[in-house]
């Protein structure tokens, strides 16, 4: 039935334009399965002509649908998220086949990203203006809020669905059009969601999506073009820096999530048991590769061995297999780059003296062992670089201060995570993080309407909630001289 899906949505996208039959489209790429290495299926390998057409399309389609009221738009809104609803078996296999996620997280990211599409859907109706009390009797002062316009939109392999409605949804709310290119490892998703918006009666050219294996060719026509005013990025870091410096050539409003390398803390006086099992959600869901995941877990030296026992016992129980079976709980890295950077990761420590308690192994294929490493310390590339894998390294501290200091010592600042029972710690060492996301006693804190979003490396910006919104709206001050 996925199968079937997937095809009627290609036919569907080549109707709409999604895969224009010029001649850049003659050429397709195929996607693999990292679990099985078989060809998932085939995606139109866009150029920068394609880029161009994508461009006047989106542009000259702004006008009209940021003249729809936010009434009319959350209504076609409603009925994409429906439709997301619907179809959530078929995406959810699509997403598992793609890149590898295990079955039942993809239908938990189905449900996830069409909350996104649900909450802007009416969020969308709260752009709220303000009127500014004069200096001047015969002066009124406004100030309202107006979509930004054209948005290039580019998202990661990770959430091939929720890190498109996360951009795509209050885009679209605002009055913006968007043209969004999904990675190369899992773009099939992204051209599904596009096709059910056009079931949904959404306009086709109002929400595009470009499939690439050449990101950077077709990105070049976008940066180069003044008409398209806003770049929303999700991606590593490395990649974040080079857009945001070509978005610069056109002074572009900027969104980028970029990478993470959380810090989880547990203090002496946690509940040790609900750590371990929030440690275990948020370490080794969609196999380690998640930007929040939890990269370095500090743990206080009087529990650290009460820890570990709880934690190896669970890290061995982890099931890894198959993506497409129910029971799954760790799949493949999504591909061989992604191995080796664990793999790498891995020797390193233990050349440099951490033990694997539980695992340490690469394969088979590109699947890697769930694996927990203890005698940690600083000097390892784990404790520094985003792993992106199903590697637990657990670092030994005994001071409040040093552990800030510590989970602070990293260009990165997207989330932490601390586990207390003390109030006053709680808040102490949550503003003294240098993070843009903290998880008190909670290693799943991402829900729609909640900002999401990193310091310093990790990104600027917020996607989610109302400040998802304001990303796409820009202020305009409107000042009347009364007759
Ligand atoms: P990536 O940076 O390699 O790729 C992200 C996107 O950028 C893809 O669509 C890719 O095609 C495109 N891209 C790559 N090079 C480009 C170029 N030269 N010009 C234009 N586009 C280019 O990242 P990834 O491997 O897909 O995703 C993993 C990374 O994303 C991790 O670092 C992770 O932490 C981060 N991430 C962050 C968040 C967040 O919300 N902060 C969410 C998910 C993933």
Redesign the pocket.
């Known amino acids: 039935m996925a199968k079937a899906i997937a095809l009627r949505t290609q036919r569907r996208s080549e109707s709409r334009g999604f895969s224009p039959g010029c001649k850049e489209h003659m050429k397709t790429f195929n996607i693999i399965n990292p679990a099985t290495g078989a060809v998932v299926g085939a995606a139109a390998d866009a150029g920068a002509g394609d880029a161009r057409a994508a461009i006047e399309r989106a542009v000259a389609a702004f006008p009209l649908w940021k003249a729809k009221t936010a009434f009319e738009r959350g209504d076609i809104l409603r009925r994409w998220r429906d439709l997301i609803l619907k179809n959530e078996e078929a995406i959810a296999r699509l997403m598992s086949n793609e890149m590898g996620k295990p079955i039942t997280e993809s239908r938990g990211e189905v449900k996830y990203a069409a909350g996104f599409v649900d909450w802007y859907a009416e969020e969308g109706k709260r752009a709220y203006g303000d009127i500014i009390p004069s200096h001047a009797g015969a002066k009124r002062l406004l100030a309202t809020r107006q979509p930004v316009g054209a948005v290039y939109a ?6 091939p669905a929720a ?1 498109v409605t ?1 951009k795509v949804a209050p885009a679209l709310a605002a009055g913006c059009t968007v043209v969004l ?5 899992s773009p099939l998703t992204a051209v599904l969601l596009a096709a059910l918006w056009i079931e949904a009666g959404g306009p086709a050219d109002v929400f595009q999506v470009l499939t ?1 294996a050449d ?2 060719a ?3 026509p976008f940066f180069a073009d003044a008409r398209v005013r806003k770049l929303t ?8 820096k ?2 945001y410096a ?1 978005a610069a050539r056109t002074v572009k409003r900027v969104s ?5 390398h959380a810090p989880f803390l547990v203090f002496e006086d946690a509940d040790i048991a609900a750590a371990v099992t929030q440690v275990m959600a948020t370490k080794f869901r969609n196999a380690g ?4 995941c939890a990269n370095r877990i500090y743990v206080h030296a009087s529990i650290r061995e009460a820890f570990v026992t709880k934690m190896s016992d669970a890290v061995r129980a982890l099931r890894v297999g198959d993506p497409l079976s129910d029971t799954t709980q760790v799949g493949p890295l ?1 591909d061989r780059a ?1 191995l080796d950077k664990v793999a790498s990761h891995v020797s390193d420590a233990v050349a440099k003296g951490a033990r694997a308690v539980v695992g340490g192994q690469a394969g088979p294929g590109l699947f890697f062992e769930p694996t927990l490493l203890v005698d940690v310390v600083a000097g390892m590339r784990i404790l520094e670089e ?1 792993t ?1 894998g199903p590697v637990a390294p657990i670092i030994s501290f005994t001071s409040e201060a040093d552990v800030v200091a510590a989970a602070n010592n990293t260009p990165y600042g ?1 989330a932490a995570y601390l586990w207390t029972r003390d109030l006053g710690r709680a808040f102490r060492v949550s503003e003294a993080l240098d993070y843009g996301i903290i998880g008190v006693n909670d290693g799943l804190p991402a829900t729609p309407h909640a900002p ?3 310091v310093k490396a ?2 600027i910006g917020r ?1 989610g909630g109302r400040w998802g919104l304001e990303e796409y709206l820009d202020v305009k001050y409107v000042s009347i001289a009364l007759p």
């Open positions: 580019v998202t990661p392999w990770n959430f890190m996360r290119k999904p990675a190369e490892q690439t990101p950077a077709v990105s070049e990025f999700t991606g590593s870091t490395e990649v974040g080079l857009l070509q980028l999530e970029l990478g993470g590769q998640t930007c929040v999504v992604g985003e992106f997207l999401f979003g990193g990790s990104g996607e």
